[in-house]
Structure formats: structure tokens, C-alpha cells
């Protein structure tokens, strides 16, 4: 990896090229085949990559706090007390597998890409300028608003495309999953249903109408997914909340 202090505006610029042709790759794959994108993709997995690179190339080393921790830990300092932001930060630490920072950061991710709030996430981060410079060099892609423009709208582009991938089951402290467990449809069900019950602490609903909301979201067949709408940017960071609100009023 090369060092955030010989970093210059041209590699930076390759760097968030580099990931958005992650993103087109991901986006092609996904009309193609016309279902969720797995961990048996290849392209998923050079997206993880390319995204986790982009997250840790300028971290400040001068800070010993920023020395010891991860990109999880910048999640966590900037969301962990914003309500509706903060319940995929919430779901990853219920998780008792996961022991390291990286790992929870990787689970975070694949939270965010199921419910498709990876862009909303790092836009909510990046506009608390003060933690970003705590955690980031000046040069930093995350504190130039040319280039923060640029990865978000990237990101945005992810909300075209279904996820189906869990943030457990998997020794993400390790590495990031190279193909998808055999039981992965069920398990992303699983998941979602833990982390909407969790998250939004739904009293006196019906859980059967939560699972069967949940499947519906989760389309595990591919006929289901020409079903599937993906949501505004305007809608997508509270697009579960005002699902399961109609699942109350019905």
C-alpha cells in the first residue's frame, strides 16, 4: 500500500476511478444476470477491496488513538449518536464473532449494501468535518469536496443494485468472504429480519408480516427481482423505516 504521505491528487483521482469501474462492473453484472450479487461474484469482491482501500489510504498516522483503530471506528464516532443513522452501527455490535475493528467495518459495509445506505452513510459522515480531520490527513480524498462529490455519487450508483449478502456467518475479522455460503439466501433473510426487529424495536407487530416483508426485499429467486424498485437517494437512508410504518398502519 503507499503511504498516505506520498499521496498527490493524481493518484487520488485514479484511486476513485478504480472504484467506480468496481461500481460499473457491479452494475453490469447485476443487469445481466437480473439477480442479487453474491459473494461468488469477482466483481464484489474488487469493489470490497477498492472500497476498503480508499477508506484506510489517508488515515492520520500522527494520531496514536487513529493508529490503534479502523474505519469502523470513524463510522462509530460520527454516527453512534445520530437516530435513524446509527441502527446498522448498532446491529454490527450485536454481533459477538466479529473481535476486530476491521471486521465489524466489513460487516458495516455489507449491512449498508443490503439496505442500500452505503452512500447515504459516508455522505452523513463527511459532514462532520470535525471528526473526518481527526481521522484524515488534509489531503484526504474525504476532506476535498471535488472528490467527496465524486465517491459519493459512485456510491449512489450501488442503490441500482440487490445485495444479498450477510454481515455474519463469515470470518470477516480475516478477509472478506471469496463465495457465498450454501445457505446465503436464508441467511440473508435471517439477517435482515434480525437487524429490522433489532434496529427499529417493532413492539406489537406481527412477525410474520415482518419475515414476509423481508423476504419480498431479500428476493432470493430471480423472477422476484423485476419486482424490485430501487429507492431515491431521497429515500433510500429511511426506506425500511417507511416500509415496516405501512406494515403498522395495515
Not at 18 to 43: I, Q, R, Y
Not at 67 to 94: H, P, T
Not at 124 to 142: E, G, H, M
Not at 176 to 184: D, N, Y
Amino acid at each position: 500500500m503507499a503511504s498516505s504521505s506520498s499521496v498527490g491528487d493524481n493518484q487520488l483521482q485514479r484511486i476513485i476511478r478504480d472504484l467506480h469501474d468496481a461500481v460499473l462492473e457491479l452494475s453490469k453484472e447485476h443487469n445481466d444476470c437480473g439477480e442479487p450479487v453474491t459473494d461468488d461474484s469477482a466483481n464484489l469482491h474488487k469493489f470490497f477491496y477498492k472500497l476498503e482501500y480508499c477508506y484506510s489510504l489517508t488515515k492520520r498516522e500522527d494520531n496514536l488513538s487513529c493508529q490503534r483503530k479502523d474505519y469502523w471506528d470513524y463510522f462509530c464516532d460520527c454516527l453512534i449518536k445520530i437516530k435513524g443513522a446509527n441502527d446498522g452501527i448498532r446491529f454490527v455490535k450485536s454481533i459477538p464473532e466479529l473481535k476486530t475493528s476491521l471486521g465489524k467495518g466489513r460487516a458495516f459495509i455489507r449491512y449498508s449494501l443490503v439496505h442500500q445506505r452505503l452512500a447515504d452513510t459516508l455522505q452523513q459522515c463527511l459532514i462532520n468535518q470535525k471528526v473526518t480531520s481527526d481521522w484524515y490527513y488534509a489531503r484526504s480524498p474525504f476532506l476535498k469536496s471535488h472528490l467527496t462529490a465524486d465517491i459519493i455519487n459512485h456510491l449512489y450508483e450501488l442503490n441500482q443494485i440487490q445485495f444479498d449478502v450477510a454481515a455474519r456467518g463469515y470470518d470477516l475479522d480475516a478477509d472478506w468472504p471469496s463465495f457465498a455460503s450454501s445457505s446465503s439466501e436464508q441467511g440473508c433473510g435471517c439477517f435482515l429480519f434480525q437487524s429490522v426487529v433489532m434496529s427499529y424495536n417493532l413492539r406489537g407487530v406481527n412477525e410474520l408480516n415482518i419475515w414476509s416483508l423481508c423476504c419480498r426485499r431479500t428476493l432470493g429467486n430471480a423472477s422476484s427481482a423485476f419486482l424490485w424498485r430501487p429507492p431515491s437517494r431521497c429515500s433510500s437512508i429511511n426506506s425500511l423505516v417507511s416500509s415496516y410504518s405501512q406494515v403498522l398502519r395495515n
